[in-house]
């Protein structure tokens, strides 16, 4: 059995292989990752194409796609690293946040494995994991590492939020980092506000890929888009670094509405509808769009882009970060790497973003926040289960 805080770092290195496993959405995915730093193997089973003919992901029918997949991803992880269960020195699972009965299919599956191969069983936070994957790829990258403390925004179809990453040492040299969740999304994640403009302009789901490929074919500037106040959380403070995404998406509708698109978005969807295996880079989807649906699109993302950009480096300087992450499936649109990365060359401060396979779910990212875990022997309780909202700081 394996117990958190005991000791003898230095064997339990062993060849620090991790097997990670996610599944708290819509993606089943494995991947085995040597010491938190380089993914021997990322193999990632989207469940993408089911989910788009509702629009949305369902989490019943999530729950049973992953159970379908759960063996044969972990069996190719496994393949594709040239290793066996045996070589293994942990296996990691997202514990949460996520929908419930997805996270409980890798949870069951990772402590079944566990308990089998007599291994240790570490937790990790989804959150958390988007944050490593970044981490990892410098690591592999032999950069030196970012200096701390670091400002993550973590930006996905579920969650918008602003974390101070820190990590202390004990005179083992055991790491353990520390989250300080200083903003948030009060409604909306931005990846939802992508989701849902991208369904009410009739366009495809997931939406933020398709608005990130179309929005350069219009005018950024078209519709000028107002983020309102945000009230403070805590009444005494006049600064909050919290967002907000609703209010953007009933302007874009209220938009289309005043400008009678109607039709035309109709039209699209049925065309859609009828071609669905349609990329949005192809002519054909380009052809679906009038010069004003393109000009709303692009003033959309501007907005969106903008508004993030202005919290996240408002509160880089308010805290007097070292470093910002950008992590999340969002974190994958061209105009916020490129606006993030010049204002944050503008700031002389380092900015780092997960290549395009890790920025939406996977596993790699999930092995890679273990390490520090396996390392400092916080390992999960054996009555681990999932927690749908589980806070990260
Ligand atoms: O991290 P992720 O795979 O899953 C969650 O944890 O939510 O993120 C998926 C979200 C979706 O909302 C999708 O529309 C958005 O990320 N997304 C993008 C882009 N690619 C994916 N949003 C904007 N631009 C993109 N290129
Ligand atoms: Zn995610």
């Not at 509702?54 to 992880?77: D, F």
């Not at 992450?325 to 649109?333: D, E, I, K, L, Q």
């Amino acid at each position: 059995m394996y117990e958190s805080g005991s000791t003898g770092q230095d064997q339990r290195q062993g060849s620090g292989l991790i097997l990670g496993i996610e599944s708290s959405c819509d993606e089943t995915a494995a991947a085995v990752v040597r010491s938190g730093s380089h993914a021997l193997s990322n193999v990632v089973a989207s469940q993408m194409a089911l989910h788009a003919n509702y629009g949305g992901v369902v989490p019943e029918l999530a729950s049973r796609e992953h159970l379908r997949n759960i063996v044969p991803v972990v069996r190719e992880a496994l393949s594709r690293a040239n290793v066996s269960f045996a070589d293994l020195d942990a296996i990691a699972v997202t514990a949460g946040p996520g929908l419930a009965g997805a996270l409980l299919v890798g949870i069951t599956y990772a402590k079944a494995l566990t308990f089998g191969l007599d291994k240790p069983l570490i937790a990790v936070n989804h959150l958390e994991g988007h944050i490593h994957a970044v981490l990892m790829e410098a690591r592999d990258r032999a950069e030196a590492p970012m200096e701390l403390p670091l400002l993550a925004l973590v930006v996905s179809g579920g969650h918008t939020h602003l974390y101070l990453a820190r990590h202390s040492e004990d005179p083992q040299g055991r790491e353990a980092w520390t989250y300080q969740n200083v903003g948030r999304t009060v409604d909306d994640a931005a990846g939802e506000a992508f989701d849902k403009v991208a369904k009410l302009l009739g366009l495809g789901y997931p939406g933020g890929p398709w608005i990130d490929t179309l929005a350069p074919h219009g005018n950024p500037r078209a519709v000028p888009f107002h983020f309102g106040q945000i009230k403070p959380r805590i009444p005494s403070a006049t600064t909050t670094y919290d967002l907000s995404f609703s209010g953007i998406k009933t302007a874009v509708l209220r938009y289309t509405q005043t400008h009678a698109m109607h039709d035309s978005i109709e039209a699209r969807r049925h065309a859609l509808a009828a071609n669905p295996a349609l990329k949005p880079s192809s002519p054909e989807a380009l052809a679906l769009l009038d010069p004003q649906t393109l000009d709303l699109i692009a003033s959309f993302q501007y907005a969106v882009v903008g508004n993030l950009l202005r919290q996240t480096f408002a509160a880089a300087a308010a805290f007097g970060v070292r470093g910002l992450v950008v992590s999340g499936g969002v974190a994958s649109n061209s105009e916020l790497r490129r606006r993030f990365s010049a204002e944050a060359a503008r700031r002389g401060l380092p900015a780092a973003f997960p290549s395009l396979a890790l920025s939406t779910d996977n596993a790699a990212m999930i092995a890679a926040a273990a390490w520090p875990k396996f390392l400092a022997a916080d390992f999960a309780p054996e009555d681990l289960s999932a927690t749908p909202q589980l806070r990260l700081g």
